[in-house]
């Protein structure tokens, strides 16, 4: 499967932006998906995840109650809607999918990754 990740762009703290996850070659609602981030100079940190459609859905500490992944298998997408946005929140935003019916947080255990997009928060 070929993921392209697309929405980042630059807001003010406080904010919202919604990034998507779009797929080729394969439906994505066999594959569970999760975002990771990575800062300048960081780790690449888990942000969220979302098994096969009817299993779990789980969040990274730092964006607990602020973002909201979700996806539309119709559309064949995953989305990840970001509120309340902090400076802290800058970094360059991956998908990734695993052929599995549960998320996971270790970026290890994605096969498929789409290219970056960066979201950058102003203070």
């Known amino acids: 499967v070929q993921l392209q990740a697309s929405g980042g762009g630059l807001v003010q703290a406080g904010g919202s932006l919604r990034l998507s996850c779009a797929a080729s070659?394969?439906?994505?609602?066999?594959?569970?998906v999760g975002w990771f981030r990575q800062a300048p100079g960081k780790e690449r940190d888990f942000v969220a995840t979302?098994?096969?459609?009817?299993?779990?859905?789980y969040y990274g500490g730092s964006v607990k109650g602020r973002f909201t992944i979700s996806r539309d298998s119709a559309k064949n997408m995953v989305y990840l809607q970001m509120n309340s946005l902090k400076p802290d929140d800058t970094a360059l935003y991956y998908c990734?999918?695993?052929?599995?019916?549960?998320?996971?947080?270790?970026?290890?255990?994605?096969?498929?990754w789409g290219q970056g997009t960066q979201v950058t928060v102003s203070s």
């Open positions: 990734a999918a695993r052929p599995a019916s549960y998320g996971t947080s270790r970026a290890d255990e994605y096969a498929y």
């Open positions: 070659g394969r439906t994505l609602s066999s594959y569970a």
């Open positions: 979302i098994g096969r459609p009817g299993y779990n859905t």
